[in-house]
């Protein structure tokens, strides 16, 4: 059950009343990116209009009051995602940023050649690219961990997978292609079992399930505000403390020193030592903005409506002959891949869009679990909080109706 009334909702999203090709907007690419809601929106306009300044220089008034909501939303999102200080938030520019981070502080440092990588089969580019980048740097390997039939990771395998060269996992927790959420928590008791450390793929979950990393134990979190109703060029790189003092720099610059001398230079304390050069500051402050929005709303109402959304779709597709949905795990967040017989995904996609459905079509950035189900390409509709079942009625309709022209 939930408490969420997603018409109420809509209010919030000004550009849901807005048109496209002379039918009103149904915005079924959340996976892709979420809308703004007003109050994001107004605290970007707000920090530009009233308190621009450049953060922890300068005494200045406004540079104090850009400083303290820079500060400020670290803390919001700190909360957010529950970890135990906001000295583990590192602001990066979204997830692709946090994983090339972790990659290339973390990973130069703790691995050599021949030292194994696992990820899964249903990882975005964004979590395999970075690891190939340091295959061919490095010589490390990268082994893949399987997907059943429904799209679920296999985990008997993944436990067999580890090897005493085994040196990190790096596994998605909501798949953006196929939406399955994964028993991240489970996998890393396992992970830790072995004494290796997890990097999570955040970027589908946060917006959708309550996240604790702390009650995950994970190592590190990665996410992007833009999939979480936030700005774009903003994200979030959550690490164990222990692991971020062992971590080297990554970029060098202003932000990041203590002491700067041509003999030798010092680093900031946690986490300012990640953060080299002016940050993304309206962003990270109207990231913030869109957390507490979240939390206003409730993660569990969220969560409830948005399986309310993705059960009624999955009877309604179902239903519609030559259609296969791509990704049928049980535990699945609001997403759903699918192709059709006779009908390519972007003829699909274009004739939706004249309708005014926004759908996204193609690989999703992950190519590998595409391939693997023998598939070059899905249409893909992805829920989020303020969806509606008129709006999946219409998505039946449009599908519909394009069926009858291809035929
Ligand atoms: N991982 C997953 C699971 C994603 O869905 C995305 C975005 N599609 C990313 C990583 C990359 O996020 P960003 O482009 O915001 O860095």
């Known amino acids: ?46 920090y530009y209009r009233d308190y621009n300044a450049n953060i922890h220089r300068g005494l200045h008034q406004l540079a104090e009051l850009a400083t303290e909501a820079y500060e400020g939303a670290r ?31 973390w990973g130069r440092t703790h691995l050599r050649a021949g030292d194994e990588v696992l990820v899964s089969m249903m990882e975005h580019h964004a979590n395999i690219v970075p690891w190939q980048l340091l295959r061919d740097q490095l010589g490390i390997q990268i082994k893949v961990i399987p997907v059943n039939a429904l799209g679920e990771l296999d985990l008997d395998a993944y436990q067999q997978m580890f090897t005493p060269q085994t040196r990190l996992v790096a596994v998605t927790h909501v798949s953006n292609a196929l939406g399955t959420i994964n028993p991240v928590r489970e996998m890393t008791a396992i992970a830790h079992d072995f004494n290796v450390p997890i990097l999570v793929d955040g970027a589908q979950a946060v917006p959708h399930l309550q996240v604790d990393v702390q009650a995950l134990d994970c190592d590190f979190y990665a996410f992007s505000g833009h999939k979480m109703y936030g700005p774009t060029g903003i994200g979030i790189l959550y690490a164990k403390q222990a692991l971020l003092e062992q971590m080297p720099p990554w970029q060098g610059g202003g932000e990041m020193i203590k002491q700067v001398s041509f003999a030798q230079t010092t680093y900031a304390d946690l986490p300012h030592r990640f953060e080299a050069g002016t940050p993304a500051i309206a962003q990270a402050i109207g990231l913030g903005v869109a957390a507490d929005y979240l939390t206003h709303v409730g993660l569990e109402n969220i969560q409830a409506w948005e399986h309310e959304l993705l059960t009624y779709a999955t009877e309604q597709m179902s239903a519609i002959e030559g259609l296969r949905i791509i990704g049928q795990a049980p535990n699945k967040a609001g997403v759903i891949s699918f192709v059709m017989q006779d009908v390519h995904a972007q003829d699909l996609g274009l004739l939706l869009d004249q309708l005014g459905i926004a759908i996204r079509t193609g690989h999703h950035c992950a190519m590998p ?7 070059n390409a899905t249409a893909r509709a992805s829920f989020a909080l303020y969806n509606t079942f008129e709006e999946i009625d219409a998505l039946v309709a449009g599908i519909h109706k394009v069926r009858q022209m291809m035929s």
Do not use: C
């Open 75 to 105: 803390v919001k999102l700190q909360h957010y995602i529950h970890a135990a200080s906001h000295k583990e938030m590192i602001f990066v520019r979204g997830t692709t940023e946090a994983i090339n981070l972790v990659a290339q502080t």
């Open 369 to 375: 679990v595409l391939h693997h189900f023998g598939v």
């Open 1 to 46: 059950d939930t408490n969420l009334d997603p018409w109420a909702l809509r209010e919030d999203f000004p550009i849901l009343a807005r048109q496209v090709h002379e039918q009103p907007l149904i915005y079924l690419d959340n996976a892709a990116t979420t809308q703004k809601p007003q109050p994001v929106i107004e605290a970007l306009n707000h």
